[in-house]
Every structure is written in C-alpha cells, then in structure tokens.
C-alpha cells in the first residue's frame, strides 16, 4: 500500500494465537455482529481472560503503549484487572466510567502502560504512539475492525510497525487492514473468509498464497482447496463429506523411522467396522509435525505437553480414547485424515 511505502502509515503486523484462539463457532450473528450476550457467556471467565492476558503481557514485550479491546464494559474491567494483578500498568475508559477522560489523557501522557476499552474509544482517539493492539473482541464488521486497527497505523518517529494481537480471529473474516472484506448482501456470492492463514509454529497471518512463513520460514504444509465460504457451502459436490467412525479401541506403541531413526507413537484405532484408522505423531521434529501432535496431545488429553516423544510414551495413560473420530472420505498417501475427534464425557 502506498502510504506505507511513503512512510505516511506504520506497518500492521497481525499475529493469531495457537494455544489461545477464540472459537466463536456457533455463536449467533444479529444484524451482521455476533450477539453481545453470547459472546460474554462464552469468553467472559476467568480461566479465559487470566491465559490470554497471559500470552498478550509475552507477545508485547519491547512494545511501550499497548491497547486491549474488550467484547463490552465488564469485560473490559476484568481484562484491566488481570493487567494489573501482573504488574501492567492498565487503565480502562468505557462510556459507564466517569474517569475515562481522564485515563485516555494518563495513557496520551504516557503514564499507564495499556488502555483497556470497548470500541468507542475507537473515534476520535489521538494517541499516534500505538505500538501495540489486543482484539478480545471477535467482530463480524469489517468497518469496527479497521477502525479499531487504525490507531495503531499512526506515523510515530522510531517505531517501524504496530503488532496486532488479533486472539479474536477478526483478520480471518473482516481482512488485512489493506484488503478488508467488503460486506456481500444476503445471498450474494463472496464475502466471508479472507484469504489469510495463520503460521502453525509463529502464530503470524500472512497470505493463503505464501507457502513460507515471512517470519519464521516454516514451509506451510498445503492447504486444501481454500474456500469463501465459511460455511463449507461451496466445497459441497466438490469433495465428498467426512465419514463418522465409531471407536472400539485405541492402542498406542513406539515406531522408529527407518533411515532417521525419529521416534514416533504409532496409533491405531480399532472402528466399528473391524476397519484400522492408523496415525502417526511424534515431537521430535520440527515445524507442522509438532504442531500436530501438540494438536493431537491438546484434544486428547488437555494436561501439560510433553517435551518430546519419549515423554509423550510415559504419560500415554493420560490420553483419553476417542468414541469416534471423522476422516476424510478418501486416504491422503495411504493414511485417512482425522478431521474431529469425539470422545465420551465421563
Ligand atoms: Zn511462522
């Protein structure tokens, strides 16, 4: 974009989160946002807010003037009390706070570290030293998202970009600063999913089109056929639907690769059908594989991850086996790919 180029605009540099992602599948739309209530019930709690607070104080480091937009007031206060207990200075200004003049101006002034809002602060805030964006507040518009985004492009003397930590997924349906998702009406075709996927190992939004990360290298593993619609509809009579396998067992044993010697748990599940679902996880490489079995251990088991393969082995009683699991319809270089895991709640 030119005024990037000139130097007129800092760079936006968009980071998801791997362990931290919010998920707002299912969570009902109303007049083209996501309900406020819902999105309370499901975000607004503790154990949540404490993780992402977590991650966002290590992703900002070296970064001096950070703002946290927040799903509404309550959330906003409980995401600037969480800032606080870890010695963040945070100050929040909503439209039910009184001394929200008052902190904006302390933040202008340099005197808190983070500003925590909802998003009216968003108009008419002049604050060019940005360095720093959370999103905790998953968006559906695109024009609150860029507004939002825009306090953190402001030219400011020694700072080269702005770092978004973007926890609520907004870059994947309301676009890149530079390319947003221009809203479609009902039943027109497009819109959706932009075009961007996150790195598996840096967490860094680049382009679908790349096929290596511009931060880490990671060489992306191929993406299926990336659709516009975030609802499947248009993969429909393109690629047949996933097949729900019921699970009689699961066994889990060690497999060392000939020619590497890389340890990897060979898995098998034992379906209904007397038919073998057989996957292949380990540690101790680098890049998508980790990221996979981190993926897998994380579904299967919710406890800490192990540091490699050896680890995993010994605590392998602390998987919980799947009822079912869904694989695609066909084999993908001889093994069926996993794309659900059930499991039967206790
Ligand atoms: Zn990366």
Same mark, same amino acid.
């Given at each position: ?142 024009? #609150? ?7 953190? $492009?402001?030219?400011?003397? %020694? ?5 978004? *930590?973007? +926890? ?104 209904? #059908? ?7 996880? $380990?540690?101790?490489?680098? %890049? ?5 079995? *981190?993926? +897998? ?50």
């Amino acid at each position: 974009m030119r005024l990037i180029k000139n130097g007129y605009m800092k760079q936006l540099v968009t980071k998801g989160s791997i362990e931290n992602q919010m998920n707002t599948e299912g969570i009902k739309v109303i007049r083209g946002n996501y309900d406020e209530k819902e999105l309370i019930d499901r975000f607004d709690r503790k154990a949540i807010t404490n993780k992402i607070v977590e991650e966002a104080i290590v992703a900002g480091k070296g970064r001096h003037h950070w703002m946290f937009f927040c799903i509404n007031i309550e959330h906003c206060e409980h995401v600037c009390q969480e800032l606080n207990e870890r010695g963040i200075n945070a100050r929040y200004a909503h439209s039910k706070c009184d001394d929200s003049d008052e902190n904006i101006e302390a933040f202008k002034r340099g005197e808190c570290d983070a500003i925590c809002s909802v998003n009216q602060i968003t108009t008419g805030f002049d604050a060019p030293f940005v360095d720093y964006i959370v999103w905790m507040a998953p968006k559906m518009s695109s024009a #609150e998202w860029i507004q939002g985004l825009g306090r953190g $492009t402001r030219i400011f003397p %020694g700072q080269a970009d702005c770092l978004v *930590k973007d +926890f609520a997924g907004n870059i994947v349906r309301c676009g890149p600063f530079t390319d947003p998702v221009i809203p479609r009406k009902k039943g027109e075709k497009g819109g959706g999913k932009a075009p961007v996927r996150m790195c598996p190992q840096c967490a860094r939004y680049q382009p679908a089109s790349r096929r290596t990360c511009s931060e880490c290298g990671l060489v992306f593993p191929i993406l299926q056929k990336i659709t516009t619609q975030a609802d499947g509809s248009d993969i429909m009579g393109e690629k047949p639907a996933d097949r729900k396998l019921g699970i009689l067992n699961t066994s889990y044993k060690l497999h060392i690769q000939k020619g590497t010697g890389v340890k990897f748990i060979s898995i098998d599940h034992i379906a209904e #059908e007397g038919e073998i679902i057989n996957e292949y996880i $380990t540690f101790d490489k680098k %890049g998508y594989e980790t990221y996979k079995a *981190k993926q +897998f251990w994380r579904e299967s088991c919710g406890g800490s991850l192990p540091k490699n393969t050896t680890e995993a082995l010994e605590n392998i009683a602390r998987l919980k086996k799947p009822s079912a699991l869904c694989v695609e319809a066909k084999k993908k270089k001889g093994f069926y790919v996993i794309t659900e895991r059930h499991f039967d709640e206790v």
